[in-house]
């Protein structure tokens, strides 16, 4: 372990705090801490997948989520009246379903278009350079 | 063009609003108006923020939006005209909060956050780590602005005494302070705190901040642990005393944005111990101590330390202090502005011109019209009348007449008065005197941040959202600008936007809210303050030391052929009379007076009558009381010539244009002992007597009748050396070298 300060002599306070931890017959370990960086999502298809996810209303939200005294209520009405919510909610889980297909379509159409500009643009830019004569080179004074 | 800020969820004290209340202060002082709207508002702010529905983009405007979890307004931003920005603090972290319930939101977040980076043109992180996960979202250029502490909100005085004596002892105290969610790591704290046990078994670890609810087990664990406070959430005044009573403030958060705790508790003269990740290295930039493992053996020996060896406390505090003074708000100012250029939002040059013969002034005050009464707004019209033949005069103000409620009664836009040109702007927002009353009851004495502060600010009024885009559109096209009364946002915030061309009329006296840091830019940022006596100044000089430079340019009182006859006979007036000419309200100290007349009354067979001239908004009927309603002008100095006295009970005075026209005419005053101005006109002329209470009011008016033609030649000899020409001159003289700068 590193202790890092300007105003501090670092070394000297580590070695002496080292040394009381000695003193007192204790062995320290470091805690394995994660440094990898948060990752990056990519939107649309984050959106699918969250989309995918919540598509069927009839699926019950996890108790963790809601408390166990409420989930169990839940589940008693359900038990008792899953028939009719089955058939109320069926036109919604098809309405989820037709816009999750629309959003993964578009935005599958829309990731790909925008790697074709990528493409298009980059090869673009190579032409230009090519059709641009090459920088002469400065030409070296040479001795003797 | 203006520069609204849009947030998710408004709360004062948490990391999005108080990103967004510094940022419009920073804006204010860069030139640049913009509202703060938000989806959700904590009760009490609505003056402060408006509803997301209110937001109107108006061609050129920018609007920034504050990303946090949870938020429903990427997608709004996406499809808002005008251009765009994102400012970011940070998100929680996606692996510590894998298979919890908030899970999906915080993947939410990080998806939005990725979404808006080809539809911005600029990003903010509050931190070079916050700036460096918008770069790693596809934003391009990240600038870095952080979020500043105000040193002086953090002092000893501010510390909540309660909590501060609660706390204060000798153990080694390990504090920290913020929210406390998964990423502020209390596992690990609490880890901390049972090493320090080891070596100090009364040792303490106090923890101040709201609770991530979902932390329950480990709430229950940190109850279970020896000497462990959770306080909860705390105000800003607890906030401090927690900081104040640390041995050491322990920061073990992996993922911290914009180290603004550290940054406090360095402002509170703690030492700090932190784990050298997100923006905490940044932060302390070698000061406090900062580690790179968590070793907690290890670590509560250096905390021990810490808190114990006064040598090494003194050089870890002095180092603190100094990085500290790099931290002000000026750091924060430097960046916005270099932010707002790189997207061509610079502050608009001054058009160069040849000096004019009359420089255009704006006069800038929260009432203006016939018929409008307040001390302010009277001398505001007066000195209208008298610099005419010299400035070219626009005043800017509101289309109240009413200071209780500024409802909008005189029409928007520009008119005359008295062949001067009046612009009027609308006041956004009724000024709610019951709420008002009552969060003032709830904050005056206590120690604010910013946030607060502005809260009551906005509440207090008038709102003129037109009148700051006014300024920040049009402010170059003045030479000059004269503001009345610190006190109102209608000048509070427009100074800030033209304070290089401003001229301050503050009419200070000795209330709560000149205790408001929010103040300090008022005093300290215009070209000059002008006093109107010397008290004021004084006053001014405890509170704000660091004002811009100020002098006493005081009133003229210039009074007309008087007849007192007149008044006696118009208001059937027999024997002597003591008179009050003004609002008769509370606020004024009229319950003090009437209770000072009733002693009188009784001690005094023939005591004088008291009248009251003014609209009265409590009730005044007592016996030898009357009441006149409001009088006019020449009403008015009649009736003070033939008064035995003027009385004035206001404790709370900056001038006391009343005492001046009484000497005006030779007439003494009896003045309340509290306002330090009333005393100082008595000392100086010689021709008033201050009283403390009832009974020092009847000693007050027994000493002026007996020695009322004494005092009313001082009264006239003193009344003389306040002449309009030295004032109007000594403005001039001001406006004149700013103009000519």
Not at chain 1, 107 to 128: D, M
Not at chain 2, 360 to 371: E, K
Not at chain 2, 706 to 719: F, G, I, K, N
Request: aromatic residues 6%; positive net charge; glycine residues 8%.
């Amino acid at each position: 372990m590193k202790l890092l300060g300007r105003h501090i002599d670092a070394g000297a306070l580590l070695r002496a705090a080292r040394e009381r931890l000695d003193a007192r017959g204790i062995r320290d370990e470091a805690l394995s801490v994660e440094t990898e960086p948060e990752p990056v999502l990519e939107p649309l298809s984050f959106l699918v997948r969250a989309l995918e996810e919540d598509e069927d209303p009839t699926v019950p939200v996890p108790a963790a989520e809601r408390g166990a005294p409420a989930s169990l209520v839940r589940r008693m009405f359900r038990l008792a009246c899953q028939s009719l919510i089955d058939e109320a909610l069926e036109r919604q889980r098809r309405f989820n379903a037709r816009v999750r297909e629309a959003d993964a379509q578009l935005s599958a159409e829309l990731i790909q278009l925008r790697a074709r500009l990528e493409t298009l643009e980059g090869s673009q830019r190579k032409g230009k350079r090519a059709a641009r004569p090459a920088p002469r080179k400065p030409r070296r004074n040479r001795r003797g | 063009m203006a520069v609204h800020q849009l947030v998710p969820h408004f709360h004062l004290g948490e990391p999005t609003a108080q990103a967004a209340v510094q940022f419009r202060a920073l804006l204010r002082r860069l030139g640049h108006w913009g509202g703060l709207y938000a989806a959700s508002r904590e009760p009490g702010t609505e003056a402060l923020v408006q509803p997301l529905r209110a937001l109107r983009v108006q061609p050129g405007d920018w609007v920034l939006l504050h990303h946090a979890m949870g938020s429903s307004l990427p997608a709004r931003l996406l499809h808002t005209p005008g251009r765009r920005g994102v400012v970011f603090h940070g998100l929680p972290s996606v692996r510590l909060n894998r298979g919890t319930p908030a899970e999906r939101a915080v993947l939410a977040g990080r998806a939005q956050l990725s979404g808006m980076a080809a539809h911005v043109s600029l990003a903010i992180g509050l931190s070079g780590f916050a700036s460096s996960e918008l770069s790693r979202s596809g934003y391009g250029e990240a600038h870095t602005v952080p979020l500043f502490v105000e040193a002086e909100r953090f002092s000893e005085d501010r510390a909540e005494p309660a909590l501060r004596a609660r706390l204060g002892s000798g153990a080694q105290t390990l504090v920290s302070v913020g929210p406390v969610t998964r990423e502020a790591h209390l596992e690990d704290l609490l880890a901390l705190h049972r090493e320090v046990l080891r070596i100090r078994p009364d040792a303490r670890l106090v923890v101040a901040g709201a609770v991530d609810p979902t932390l329950g087990g480990l709430e229950s664990e940190a109850a279970r642990t020896p000497g462990v406070t959770m306080l909860g959430q705390v105000s800003h005044g607890q906030q401090v005393a927690v900081y104040r009573s640390g041995s050491v403030l322990v920061s073990m958060g992996e993922q911290d944005g914009s180290g603004v705790r550290l940054m406090e508790a360095m402002a509170s003269d703690v030492p700090v111990l932190a784990y050298s990740a997100g923006a905490a290295a940044e932060t302390l930039d070698g000061a406090g101590v900062a580690f790179d493992e968590k070793r907690f053996a290890l670590l509560a020996e250096v905390a021990v330390q810490l808190g114990t060896d006064a040598r090494l406390r003194g050089r870890v505090l002095a180092g603190q202090r100094k990085r500290l003074r790099a931290l002000g708000p000026e750091r924060s100012e430097e960046r916005l502005a270099a932010a707002l250029e790189s997207v061509g939002l610079g502050r608009p040059p001054r058009p160069r011109r040849p000096v004019r013969r009359r420089p255009r002034v704006g006069i800038v005050v929260q009432r203006y019209g016939p018929g409008i009464t307040g001390g302010a707004e009277a001398l505001a019209a007066q000195l209208v009348a008298r610099l005419r033949p010299h400035w070219d005069i626009q005043v800017l103000t509101s289309c109240a007449t009413d200071h209780l409620t500024w409802a909008n009664e005189l029409p928007a836009g520009e008119s005359r008065v008295d062949g001067v040109s009046v612009l009027r702007f609308t006041n956004l927002r009724p000024r709610p005197m019951g709420e008002l009353n009552a969060r003032s009851r709830r904050v005056f004495g206590h120690s604010l941040d910013l946030g607060e502060e502005e809260a009551w600010m906005a509440l207090q009024g008038p709102l003129l959202p037109g009148l700051w885009r006014h300024l920040s559109e049009h402010g170059a096209e003045y030479d000059g600008f004269v503001a009345f009364t610190y006190l109102f946002v209608s000048t509070a915030w427009s100074v800030p936007l033209v304070a290089d061309r401003t001229l301050l009329v503050p009419t200070a006296h000795d209330e709560e809210p000149l205790r408001f840091d929010a103040y300090a830019e008022v005093f300290e940022r215009p070209r000059a303050v002008l006093a109107l006596t010397p008290e004021e100044l004084e006053l001014i000089d405890r509170r704000f030391p660091r004002h811009a430079r100020a002098r006493v340019v005081g009133v003229g009182v210039e009074p007309p052929v008087v007849e007192p006859g007149r008044f006696r006979t118009r208001f059937e007036l027999r024997g002597d009379y003591l008179l009050y000419v003004g609002r008769v309200e509370r606020g004024k100290g009229i319950p003090g007076l009437l209770e000072g007349y009733r002693r009188l009354r009784a001690a005094v067979p023939d005591a004088p009558t008291l009248v009251l001239a003014g609209d009265a908004s409590m009730d005044v009927r007592a016996e030898g009381v009357r009441m006149l309603g409001r009088v006019s002008e020449a009403d008015k100095w009649d009736g003070l010539a033939g008064a035995l006295a003027a009385v004035i009970p206001s404790p709370k005075e900056s001038l006391s244009l009343l005492a001046l026209e009484a000497f005006a005419v030779g007439t003494p005053m009896v003045g309340n002992a509290v306002s330090e101005v009333l005393v100082g006109h008595a000392k100086r002329s010689r021709a008033g007597v201050t009283f403390q209470d009832a009974a020092s009011f009847v000693e007050a008016v027994g000493r002026v009748r007996r020695e009322r033609s004494v005092m009313a030649r001082a009264a006239r000899r003193y009344a003389s050396r306040y002449r309009w020409e030295r004032v109007v001159d000594a403005y001039r003289e001001e406006m004149d070298a700013m103009v000519r700068r």
